[in-house]
C-alpha cells in the first residue's frame, strides 16, 4: 500500500505498507511499515519504520523444534525491528527496538531476547535475555536448546560482556565481564570481571575480580581497584586498592587499604578479616584480625591451621602459628611457635616465642623477650628477658619483669627441676639485674644484681653489685654485698663490700663486714 519500488516475494499473507526501496521476501504472515532501504525474510515477522534495517533466519538452527513435538511447520521467525538504523535479527522470537547497528543472531533459539536503543550491542546464543542502552555491549555463548533460559540482562555503558551464563546482570560502566557464571551482578565501574562464581557482584570500582573453578560463590566487592577474590566462598572486599582473599577461603574481608591480603595454607583461612592499612596479611587464619598498620601478618602453619588472633595495627608485627593470641601496635613485634594465648600490648622489637609461652604478655618496651615461659610478663622497658636456658629442661613460669634495661629471669644452668626453674620471681625496674634458678624471688630496682640458685624466697631492694646465692635471705641496698657460700635465712642491710657465710646471721651497714658465724649480728664499730 503506497510508497515506492517495494517487492513482496514468495510470501504469503505478507504485505508492505508506505515503503521506499523495500523487500519481504519469502515471509508468512510478516509486515514491513514505512520502512527506507530495508529487507525480510522471515515468517510472522513485522519490521516497522527505521532505515537499513534486516530481519531474518536459517532454519538448521531449529530443526530440535520438531523433536520436541511442534508442528514441521512451526518454523522459525516471530521475529521484529521497530526503528532504528542498521539494525539486524536473524533470531527467532526476538526483537530489536531503536538504535544503531544492533544485532541479534541467528544461533539465539526460540527465546525472547531483545535490544533496546544503544550502538552496536549484540545478543548471540542467549535465550530470553536482553540490551538496554549502552554501546558494544555483548550477551553470548549460552544455552541454545529450546525454552532453556538464560535470562541475562545489560543496561547501559560500553563494551561490557555476559557470556556463557545465567540470571546474570551488567549495569553500566564499561569493560565488565561476566563468565560462565549464574545470577551474579556487575554494576558500573570499568575492567572488572566475575568467572566461574554464582550468585557474586561487584559495584563500581575498577579492574576488580571474582574468580573460582568451584569456591568462589556468594562474594562481593564493592568499589576500590584491582581487588580480587579468588577460589573465596562468601568473601567481602569493600574499598581499597590491590587487595585479595585467595585460596579456598571462607568467608572472610577485606575493608580498605591497600595490598592487603587473606589466604590459605594447607586448610581455609575462615572468617578472618583486614581493616584499612597496607600490605597486611592473614595466611592460614580462621576467625582472626588485622585492624589497620602496614605489612602486619597472621601465618599460620604449614600444616594445621591457625585460630582467633588480633594484631590492632602498627608496623611489621607478626603472629606465627599461634593461636588465641594478640598485639596491639608497635613495630616488628613476634609472637610465634605455639605462644598460644599470648599477648603483645605495643612497643617495639618485642618477642615472645616458644611452645611453652602460653599465656605470656608484654606490655610495650623494646627488645624484651618471653622465651618458653608459661603466663610470664614483661611491662615496658627494654632488652627485658624472661626465658628458659639452652642447658635446661625446665622452664620458669608465672615470672614478671616490670620496667628496667637488660633484666633477666632464667632457670640456673642444667637444672631440671621446678625448684631451680626461675618460676614466681620479679624483677622491678633498675638494669642488667638477674634472677637464675630461684623461685619466689624478687628484686626491686638497683643495677648489676643477682639472685642465684636454689631454693629461692630471697629479695635484693635496691643497691648495685649484690648477689645471693642461698635461700629465704635479703639484701637491701647497698653495693657488692654478696654471699660467698651457700647460705639460707640471712640478710645484708646497706653498706659496702659485706659478704656473708653464715645461716640465720646478719650484717648491718658497714663495709668489707662478712658474716662467718651462723645465728649472729655484724655491725660496724660503734662510737
Known amino acids: 500500500i503506497g510508497g515506492n519500488d517495494n517487492l513482496v516475494y514468495n510470501s504469503e499473507g505478507s504485505g508492505i505498507i508506505g515503503s521506499y526501496n523495500s523487500g519481504l521476501s519469502g515471509g508468512t504472515n510478516s509486515v514491513m511499515m514505512a520502512t527506507s532501504g530495508s529487507s525480510m525474510v522471515n515468517k510472522r515477522s513485522v519490521l516497522l519504520g527505521g532505515t537499513n534495517n534486516t530481519i531474518s533466519s536459517t532454519p538448521g538452527y531449529y530443526q530440535g523444534i520438531i523433536s520436541l513435538g511442534y508442528p514441521s511447520d512451526f518454523g522459525y521467525g516471530a521475529s521484529s525491528i521497530i526503528g532504528g538504523l542498521g539494525n539486524s535479527n536473524y533470531g527467532s522470537f526476538t526483537s530489536i527496538i531503536g538504535g544503531v547497528n544492533n544485532k541479534i543472531n ?289 622452664n620458669p613460669i608465672n615470672s614478671a619483669i616490670i620496667a628496667g634495661s637488660h633484666n633477666t629471669i632464667v632457670p640456673a644452668n642444667g637444672a631440671t627441676s621446678t625448684e631451680l626453674d626461675g618460676s614466681h620471681s620479679a624483677i622491678i625496674g633498675g638494669e642488667n639485674n638477674l634472677i637464675s634458678g630461684h623461685t619466689n624471688s624478687f628484686i626491686g630496682g638497683g643495677s648489676g644484681n643477682t639472685i642465684s640458685f636454689s631454693p629461692g624466697y630471697n629479695a635484693i631492694l635496691g643497691g648495685g653489685g649484690n648477689k645471693i646465692i642461698g635461700g629465704y635471705s635479703a639484701i637491701i641496698g647497698g653495693e657488692n654485698n654478696q654471699w660467698q657460700a651457700f647460705s639460707n635465712n640471712s640478710a645484708i642491710i646497706a653498706g659496702n663490700g659485706n659478704g656473708m657465710n653464715g645461716s640465720r646471721s646478719v650484717v648491718i651497714g658497714g663495709q668489707n663486714i662478712t658474716a662467718t658465724t651462723s645465728d649472729m649480728v655484724y655491725v660496724p664499730d660503734l662510737i
Open 106 to 394: 541467528a544461533d539465539c533459539s526460540v527465546g525472547g531476547s531483545s535490544i533496546i536503543g544503544g550502538h552496536l550491542n549484540t545478543i548471540s546464543g542467549d535465550t530470553w535475555s536482553s540490551i538496554i542502552g549502552g554501546q558494544n555491549n555483548e550477551i553470548l555463548d549460552g544455552n541454545t536448546l529450546l525454552y532453556q533460559l538464560d535470562e541475562n540482562s545489560i543496561i547501559g555503558g560500553d563494551g561490557n560482556t555476559i557470556s556463557a551464563s545465567t540470571k546474570s546482570f551488567i549495569g553500566g560502566g564499561e569493560l565488565n565481564d561476566v563468565y560462565a557464571s549464574s545470577h551474579s551482578f556487575i554494576g558500573g565501574g570499568s575492567g572488572s570481571t566475575i568467572t566461574d562464581s554464582d550468585y557474586s557482584a561487584i559495584i563500581a570500582g575498577g579492574g576488580s575480580i571474582i574468580s573460582g573453578t568451584s569456591y568462589s560463590d556468594y562474594s562481593i566487592i564493592v568499589g576500590g581497584y584491582n581487588n580480587s577474590l579468588i577460589e573465596n566462598k562468601l568473601g567481602t572486599l569493600l574499598g581499597g586498592a590491590l587487595n585479595g582473599i585467595t585460596g579456598t577461603t571462607d568467608s572472610c574481608v577485606v575493608i580498605g587499604g591497600n595490598r592487603n591480603r587473606i589466604n590459605n595454607t594447607s586448610v581455609s583461612a575462615q572468617a578472618s578479616g583486614i581493616m584499612v592499612g597496607k600490605e597486611n596479611t592473614i595466611s592460614g587464619g580462621s576467625e582472626s584480625f588485622i585492624g589497620g598498620g602496614r605489612g602486619n601478618s597472621i601465618l599460620g602453619p604449614a600444616v594445621g591451621g591457625l585460630e582467633f588472633s588480633f594484631i590492632g595495627s602498627g608496623q611489621d608485627n607478626t603472629i606465627i602459628d599461634s593461636n588465641n593470641s594478640f598485639i596491639g601496635g608497635g613495630e616488628d613485634n613476634t609472637i610465634s611457635a605455639s605462644s598460644d594465648a599470648s599477648a603483645i600490648i605495643g612497643g617495639e622489637s618485642n618477642v615472645i616465642s616458644g611452645s611453652s609461652s602460653t599465656g605470656a604478655i608484654i606490655g610495650g618496651g623494646e627488645d624484651n623477650t618471653i622465651l618458653g615461659s608459661a603466663n610470664g610478663v614483661i611491662i615496658g622497658g627494654s632488652a627485658n628477658t624472661i626465658s628458659l636456658s639452652a642447658t635446661t629442661s625446665v
